[in-house]
């Protein structure tokens, strides 16, 4: 809900600019657009967070590598490369911690 947070701040302060800097019946219009403007972005975001609520949860490159490891999972006879990081399925249970290495296996 980090997104949500930052377009409701930044209408807030636009909101307060327009009051500020505006005078008469024009700063009234110009307060009210702003915040609808912000409502509306904000209903856009919660809309997309509910129909796609694993990758609402991903920011950029860890959406694109998420689905590239979905995709190398699902072809046959592949695995992840090395040097790739993993990252764990938002809809998923938590990664396991690999297991300890060493002499006392």
Known sequence: MGKVA???LGGFAAA???AKYAT???QVVLVI???ATTVLIIRWI???A???PSLATLE???VI???QQQIMLAAKNMTPPNESIIIANPKGTPPQPNPPQGEDQ
Do not use: F, N, P, R
Request: glycine letters at 12%; hydrophobic letters at 55%.
């Open 6 to 8: 930052l377009v409701a």
């Open 16 to 18: 307060i600019g327009a």
């Open 24 to 26: 008469g019946s024009i």
């Open 33 to 35: 657009a702003v915040l």
């Open 46 to 48: 919660l809309a997309y």
């Open 50 to 52: 509910e129909k796609h």
């Open 60 to 62: 950029g490159t860890e």
């Open 65 to 67: 590598l998420w689905q």
